[in-house]
C-alpha cells in the first residue's frame, strides 16, 4: 500500500514543486512592455496560469488516490463531493473570510468591479481567491525539508537576480528607460520603488534563515582550520571568467549606448584587472569558516588600498566597473570554500543576501524599512535565544509589540511634536520596557524592584542616542565612551536574554535610520562590541558569533557605499577643522575609546593610537592634495549619481513625518466606514468611489488638485472600507492571527531541529509586509510573496502527519 502511494505521490510532488519554483522565478522578474499594464498584468498571467494548472492537477492526484483508497483517515480529513483532503488547520477561517468577500461583492455598489477589480490593480474577488488558492496549494503540497529548501534557495535566487537590475538602475544604466531619475530610487522588475522595497525587505529574513541553515550544517573541521589548500588553478579560472564576461558586458552595455566604448587597453580597465587579480588571490587562500590572522590583515590592507586610491582621487574604475569588481570578488570568495559544499552554499546565500539588501537601501521605502527594522529584530532575538522556555506564544506575542512601539517612538521622534507626544511617548517607552523584561524570564513570580532599576537604566542608557537631545548631538563619542565605561558595572546583574533583545533592536534601528554621519558609525560600532563582549561571546557558539557580527558589518558597509560621499566630506571636514571644543573633546574620547576597546592588547592600543596620530598629522598635512570632490561643496560631485542616491537614503532616514496628504487620504475612512460597516463597498473600489468621501484638504497637500488614488496607502484601512468591520476581524485575526498561532507552536516544537530556522524567517518575513502595509499596500508580486510564504509556513503542519 505504502509503495503505490509513493509511486503515485512522487511524480506528482515533483511536478507541483516544479510548478511552484516557475511562480519564484517568474512573479520578481516577469514584465513586458507588450502588455499596456507592464508589470502587473504579466505577473498575473503567470500567476493565474499556475494556480488553474496546480488545482488541475491536484484534483487529478485526489481521484486517482480516491480510485485505488488511498485517501488520508477520516480523522485527519475534510470532505466534499466524496473527495477528501488532509486538513491544514485554516480550512474554516479561509472558508469565513472567502465569504465575508462574496457578501462584500454583493452588497457593492459596483459588482463588476468587485469580482473584476479595477482597471491596472485587477484586484477583485478573483484575484483574492487565486491569493487563497495559492497560500492553500503550497500549504498542503509542499510536505518536506528538501523541497522548501530548493523553494527557498531558488526564490533568493532569483530576487537577486532582480536587484542587480535594480543596481544597475542606480548606475542609470537601464535598457527599458522606465524612469527619467533612476538613480534617486530603483525598482528593477517591480512597478514601483515602494513594492520592490517591500519585496526584496521580505526576501532578506529568508536569506538569513538559509545562511543560519547551511551555517548549522557545517562540520566542525571547516570552522578555522583549513581542510585544504588554495587552488591556484580554480583562481586562475574564475578570475579569466571574471574577465571574459566583464568584456562582454562591457561590449554590449557600450553596444547600447549606456557610455562609450573606450576599448579594452585603457587605464581604467589595468587598473581593475589589478584590483580584482590581488583580491582574489588574498579571497582565495580564505578557505575556512573563521578567518585567520593572515586572512584579517590581508583582506584590511586591500579595503585600505582602495580607501587610499579613492582619498586621494587615484581610483578610476567608473560604477560598472566598480560594480564588477565587487561581484568578482565575491566570486572569488565563494569558490574559494570549495569543494566544501556547505560552506560554498553559506557564503553564496550570505553574498546574495546581502545583495537583495543592499537594493532595499536603493529603493528605500520607508514603511518597508520600519517593518524591517521589527521583522529582522524580532528575527535575531528568537534566532539567538538560548532559553527555549522563553519561546512561547504569550512571550513572542508580548516581544513583538515592545520591538514594534519602541521602534515606532524613536523613528518618529513624537517628543518633536508637543506636550500630549512626548507623555504619550514616555507613557509607550515605559510600557515598552515592561514588555521587554516580561519578554525576557520564563516565568516571573516576584518582583524585586531594587533589581529592576539597572534593567530600566540599561534600557534608558542605550536608547537616549536615538532620542536626539540637542545637548548630545554633537557629543556622542563622549556619551559612547560613557556607555562603554558605566554598562560593565551593572550589566553582569542583568538576564541576559534582556540584553540581547534591547542590543538587537538598537543595532538594528541604528542600522536602517541612525546611520547617515560618523558619530552614529561610532555608535554602531559600540553597540555591536557591547552586543559581542556581554551577550554572543558566552551564550553563542563560535561559528554563529562570528555569522552574526559578519551580517552585521556587512550590512553596515553596503549601508555606507551610497554614504560614502557625504560621510567623506563629514570626515574630511572634522579632521581639517578643529578649533570648536566639542570636535576636540570628541577626538581624545575617540582616543580613549580605542583604548577601551583594546583593554586587553596594550601594544595593539599603542600601535593603534600612534598610527591615529599620524593619520591625523597626515591628513591635516595633505589636505591641499586630498580629492577637491571631498572638501568643496562645488563641483561635478554634487551631480552626480552617487550623491544622488546618497542625499535620497539620508533625506527619508531622518523625514518622516513631513507628508500631510496621507493624513488627509485616511481622513475619509469615517465616514466611508459609516456608510457600510458591516461588509464594506466591496474589494477594489476605492478608485471609484473616492471622489465621494474625498476630504477637502487632500487636493491642497496632494499638489494642488484633486487626485483619485486607487488606494487609501494603508492595507488595513483599505480592508475596512471594501470589506467592512466584519472582513477586518476575519482577515487580520481570525485568518493571519491564527497562523501565527500555529507558526509559533511549530516554532516551540521545533526548537532543536534545524527546521526552526526556516520558521523564523517565515515569521518575520510576512511581519515586514504586515508592518510595511500601515503605510501601504500590496501588488500582484508582494501579495504574490507574502501568500506564498504563509503557505509554506502552514506546510509544516503536513510533517507532523509523517
Not at 509511486?7 to 512573479?27: D, E, T, V
Not at 488614488?709 to 485575526?733: A, C, M, Q, S
Amino acid at each position: 500500500m505504502n509503495t503505490l502511494l509513493n509511486r503515485i505521490n512522487k511524480p506528482f510532488n515533483r511536478f507541483f514543486l516544479i510548478c511552484f519554483l516557475i511562480l519564484c522565478s517568474g512573479i520578481p522578474l516577469a514584465f513586458s512592455s507588450i502588455t499596456r499594464s507592464v508589470f502587473e498584468v504579466n505577473k498575473l498571467l503567470i500567476l493565474r496560469s499556475i494556480i488553474l494548472i496546480v488545482y488541475g492537477a491536484w484534483i487529478f492526484k485526489s481521484l486517482l488516490l480516491k480510485d485505488n483508497k488511498l485517501e488520508p483517515k477520516a480523522s485527519q480529513s475534510y470532505s466534499i463531493f466524496g473527495l477528501k483532503w488532509r486538513r491544514i488547520g485554516l480550512e474554516i477561517p479561509i472558508l469565513l473570510w472567502i465569504i465575508a468577500n462574496f457578501i462584500s461583492v454583493i452588497l457593492s455598489e459596483n459588482i463588476f468591479l468587485g469580482y473584476i477589480g479595477a482597471y491596472d490593480r485587477w484586484e477583485g474577488i478573483s484575484t483574492i481567491l487565486n491569493y487563497i488558492l495559492l497560500f492553500y496549494m503550497v500549504a498542503k503540497l509542499i510536505d518536506n525539508t528538501k523541497y522548501r529548501l530548493l523553494i527557498f534557495c531558488i526564490l533568493l535566487f532569483s530576487t537577486t537576480l532582480s536587484s542587480f537590475y535594480g543596481i544597475l538602475q542606480s548606475l542609470e544604466i537601464d535598457f527599458m528607460n522606465w524612469s527619467t531619475s533612476p538613480t534617486s530610487r530603483v525598482f528593477a522588475c517591480i512597478n514601483n520603488p515602494v513594492h520592490f522595497c517591500a519585496y526584496v525587505g521580505m526576501v532578506t529574513p529568508i536569506g538569513i534563515s538559509l545562511s543560519y541553515y547551511f551555517l548549522h550544517r557545517l562540520s566542525p573541521h571547516s570552522l578555522s582550520a583549513p581542510a585544504f589548500s588554495a587552488s591556484l588553478e580554480r583562481f586562475h579560472i574564475v578570475f579569466f571568467s571574471m574577465v571574459i564576461l566583464f568584456n562582454i558586458f562591457y561590449g554590449l552595455l557600450a553596444h547600447l549606448n549606456f557610455f562609450p566604448y573606450l576599448g579594452i587597453f585603457t587605464p581604467s580597465f589595468f587598473q581593475w584587472l589589478s584590483f580584482v587579480y590581488i583580491g582574489g588571490l588574498i579571497l582565495n587562500r580564505y578557505t575556512s569558516l573563521l578567518p585567520s590572522k593572515q586572512n584579517i590583515l590581508e583582506c584590511l590592507s586591500y579595503c585600505a588600498v582602495l580607501g587610499l586610491f579613492s582619498f586621494f582621487d587615484v581610483y578610476i574604475l567608473t560604477g560598472f566597473q566598480t560594480l564588477f569588481l565587487i561581484i568578482s570578488l565575491c566570486c572569488f570568495f565563494c569558490f574559494a570554500a570549495l569543494p566544501n559544499k556547505q560552506l560554498f552554499l553559506y557564503r553564496l546565500c550570505v553574498f546574495c543576501t546581502i545583495v537583495v539588501f543592499y537594493s532595499m537601501l536603493l529603493s528605500f521605502s520607508r514603511a518597508t524599512i520600519i517593518g524591517f527594522v521589527i521583522g529582522i529584530t524580532l528575527f535575531f532575538q528568537l534566532v539567538l535565544e538560548k532559553n527555549h522556555h522563553i519561546i512561547s506564544l504569550p512571550k513572542c506575542i508580548t516581544l513583538f509589540f515592545a520591538v514594534f512601539f519602541t521602534s515606532f517612538c524613536l523613528i518618529f521622534k513624537l517628543h518633536h511634536f508637543g506636550t500630549v507626544p512626548i507623555l504619550i511617548e514616555i507613557i509607550l517607552l515605559l510600557l515598552t520596557f515592561c514588555s521587554f523584561y516580561y519578554s525576557s524570564f520564563p516565568t516571573i513570580k516576584k518582583i524585586l524592584w531594587k533589581d529592576i532599576w539597572g534593567y530600566l537604566l540599561f534600557y534608558m542608557l542605550l536608547i537616549i542616542p536615538f532620542i536626539e537631545l540637542p545637548i548630545l548631538r554633537n557629543f556622542v563619542p563622549v556619551y559612547s565612551l560613557f556607555l562603554l565605561l558605566a554598562v560593565p558595572l551593572f550589566i553582569q546583574k542583568l538576564n541576559t536574554s534582556f540584553i540581547k533583545n534591547i542590543l538587537c533592536l538598537c543595532i538594528v534601528l541604528n542600522l536602517s535610520f541612525y546611520f547617515s554621519s560618523i558619530f552614529e558609525i561610532l555608535f554602531f560600532i559600540v553597540l555591536l562590541y557591547l552586543f559581542y563582549y556581554h551577550y554572543l561571546q558566552e551564550n553563542a557558539e563560535t561559528k554563529v558569533t562570528f555569522h552574526v557580527n559578519f551580517l552585521f558589518i556587512s550590512m553596515a558597509i553596503v549601508t555606507l557605499v551610497p554614504l560614502s560621499i557625504i560621510l567623506s566630506k563629514e570626515i574630511i571636514q572634522s579632521f581639517t577643522t578643529l578649533a570648536t571644543f566639542h570636535s576636540t573633546l570628541n577626538l581624545l574620547s575617540f582616543f580613549i575609546l580605542v583604548g577601551v576597546v583594546f583593554k586587553r592588547h596594550v601594544k595593539s592600543y599603542i600601535a593603534g593610537s600612534i598610527l591615529l596620530v599620524f593619520i591625523f598629522l597626515g591628513i591635516q598635512a595633505s589636505s591641499y592634495y586630498i580629492s577637491p570632490s571631498l572638501t568643496s561643496t562645488k563641483g561635478p560631485i554634487i551631480q552626480s549619481d552617487g550623491l544622488i542616491v546618497a542625499r535620497t537614503i539620508t533625506g527619508r532616514m531622518k523625514n518622516l513625518t513631513s507628508n500631510k496628504a496621507r493624513l488627509f487620504m485616511w481622513a475619509s475612512v469615517p465616514p466611508w466606514f459609516l456608510d457600510a460597516p458591516l461588509f464594506g463597498t466591496g474589494p477594489d473600489t476605492i478608485r471609484f468611489l473616492y471622489p465621494r468621501y474625498r476630504h477637502p484638504k487632500y487636493g491642497i497637500h496632494e499638489g494642488g488638485h484633486n487626485f483619485t488614488p486607487d488606494r487609501l496607502h494603508n492595507e488595513y484601512f483599505n480592508t475596512l472600507v471594501t470589506n467592512g468591520l466584519i472582513g477586518l476581524i476575519l482577515k487580520y485575526v481570525l485568518f493571519f492571527g491564527t497562523w501565527y498561532v500555529i507558526l509559533i507552536k511549530l516554532l516551540k516544537r521545533y526548537v532543536h531541529s534545524h527546521k526552526r530556522f526556516f520558521l523564523i524567517g517565515i515569521i518575520c518575513s510576512p511581519m515586514i509586509y504586515l508592518v510595511q502595509t500601515i503605510f501601504n499596500f500590496g501588488v500582484v508580486a508582494t501579495l504574490f510573496l507574502f501568500y506564498f510564504v504563509l503557505g509554506l509556513g502552514l506546510s509544516f503542519v503536513n510533517d507532523e502527519y509523517h
